[in-house]
């Protein structure tokens, strides 16, 4: 069973929102990544936060079709008008930090980041997530995105909302996103790509995997890597997806 929000609560600088669904502490997260990325992780104790409308799908933090129709339909076409370009607007103002979330490795994912490139995953969990950036100085929400039929999907009513569901052609991605929203005029008036936000890496990571079509030597590099870089101690293990059993 998971925990209580009420225990959520005391988790700083994460922030519980009753319209989210925060997964429990226990859900393993997966985030897959290169290993330029992996060592510039290490290197800065950071993750790396983009904003909304930086990400591939232009359909982030909008309205699904079903809802434009029934803006356009019962609201004054000037009110409709303003709604539509205010939550349009949050996109610039949100920045998310995705995950996959199950207890499995995802092939798709693997091949999606390159082959034979250096992939690697850092494991991790929610809780160790929460724990990780509780020195950051801004609430941090993590919800659990919600696959919605963008022809018919009904329901939107907040911009966190709107930044936690994408089209149900994504389901399986599976995701897991840590999102902050700019709360003051200053960081309105900022025109950043994405943030880069402080995190205890030795509370992050529960298990680096190296990706199943790497080589043995990559395996050897990210353990002196995360030495050199954390003093981390955690296992670095080889994917055996592609492993051929007797």
């Not at 909304?52 to 909008?62: A, F, I, K, V, Y």
């Not at 076409?77 to 995950?99: D, H, M, P």
Request: hydrophobic letters at 40%.
């Amino acid at each position: 069973m998971g925990q209580s929000w009420h225990s959520f609560e005391l988790l700083m600088p994460y922030d519980f929102h009753p319209d989210l669904r925060t997964p429990p502490g226990t859900t393993i997260l997966w985030r897959y990544m290169d290993f330029a990325k992996f060592v510039e992780t290490l290197e800065n104790q950071t993750l790396w936060f983009a904003r909304l409308d930086q990400l591939d799908d232009p359909l982030e933090g909008t309205h699904t079709d079903a809802e434009l129709k029934g803006l356009r339909k019962h609201l004054e076409e000037q009110g409709a008008k303003q709604l539509i370009k205010i939550f349009r607007s949050a996109r610039k103002e949100t920045y998310v930090n995705c995950w996959r979330s199950g207890p499995n490795e995802s092939l798709a994912m693997w091949d999606l980041y390159g082959r034979r490139s250096g992939i690697i995953a850092i494991k991790s969990t929610v809780e160790k997530l929460r724990n990780a950036i509780a020195a950051y100085d801004k609430p941090v929400y993590i919800s659990k995105i919600r696959y919605v039929d963008w022809n018919d999907a009904h329901g939107l009513d907040n911009v966190l909302v709107a930044c936690s569901r994408k089209d149900s052609s994504y389901e399986h991605e599976s995701e897991v996103r840590a999102i902050i929203m700019r709360d003051s005029p200053a960081w309105r008036n900022t025109q950043k790509s994405g943030i880069a936000v402080a995190v205890d890496v030795k509370k992050l990571v529960a298990e680096v995997v190296v990706g199943p079509r790497e080589h043995g030597w990559v395996v050897r590099l990210a353990e002196r890597v995360m030495t050199r870089y954390g003093g981390l101690s955690q296992p670095v293990v080889a994917s055996d997806r592609l492993r051929a059993r007797p």
